[in-house]
């Protein structure tokens, strides 16, 4: 049958590993499936000038997930759950395991109803495929200063990955700077509300950093100075969309614009 804009598959759609040999994939490695990842509305067109092929990411599935790759906090790897005949299950991604598939092949496969996934992780997964692109690089002269901060983040931050949303930054200026001038920094530990004892840990993250500060600059004073304007806990109901627009996302995981040595990209 020739591609139709009544297709059942959708972004979020599962293909089955039984179906691999199908779509010609042998000897795929720690992997248990694979997921469309391209739009409902490129997925639909039946233009296949337009849009000849469907993005899968393959996938395996966890017996339990990592709260440092939730969310969309890592970059590389996201952790998601779908139901699984009304289970919850926990899938790995990797964001480079990633293949195009012509839909010609796809059109007389189904994708396999058993699984689901709802509206929120559906947000997560788009927001978690759209960072790959968007992320944002801080300048290096900042970065070689807050070396040690950056580090004492992570520890928190794995540590305590389940309850917290992200840590998001702003800083000014924008630009390198030179050692002699000093950058504007401001912190906000945005967590999530799920359980009561998320806010405390939240604000315990906040005071160590602050009353941390300073040493950790010492560690690296030879690169310059930053002066810490702010360092909060914020629920992710008192983030707004503005202080969204106003601060960039650190990653767990992360590069610079310079890749040796390897510092944050936001």
């Known amino acids: 049958m020739p591609w139709s804009r009544n297709t059942t598959w959708r972004q979020g759609s599962v293909l089955a590993q039984k179906d691999f040999q199908a779509v010609g994939w042998t000897g795929v490695p720690d992997t248990d499936l694979a997921i469309a990842i391209s739009h409902d509305c490129d997925i639909a067109n039946d233009n296949l000038d337009v849009e000849p092929a469907v993005e899968f990411i393959f996938a395996r599935i966890l017996e339990q997930h990592n709260g440092n790759s939730t969310h969309g906090k890592n970059p590389r790897t996201l952790h998601i759950d779908y139901k699984h005949d009304g289970q919850i299950v926990f899938f790995e991604l990797l964001a480079s395991k990633r293949l195009i598939l012509p839909k010609n092949m796809l059109e007389n496969l189904q994708p396999d109803e058993t699984y689901k996934l709802n509206t929120h992780f559906g947000q997560i997964l788009q927001s978690w495929l759209a960072a790959r692109y968007r992320r944002h690089a801080l300048p290096n002269s900042l970065v070689d200063r807050l070396r040690a901060v950056f580090k004492h983040i992570d520890d928190k931050g ?89 601060t960039v996302e650190y990653h767990l995981e992360h590069l610079s614009y310079r890749t040796e040595p390897s510092g944050p990209v936001i």
């Open 158 to 246: 794995k540590k305590n990955s389940a309850g917290i949303l992200s840590f998001r930054l702003s800083y000014d200026p924008e630009d390198e700077l030179p050692p002699e001038e000093p950058y504007e920094l401001s912190i906000s530990i945005v967590y999530i509300l799920d359980k009561a004892e998320y806010g405390e840990m939240a604000v315990n993250i906040a005071s160590s950093l602050k009353k941390e500060f300073p040493n950790l600059l010492e560690k690296t004073k030879d690169s310059g100075t930053v002066d810490l304007r702010k360092c909060e806990a914020v629920s992710e109901m008192e983030f707004t969309v503005r202080d969204m627009r106003d």
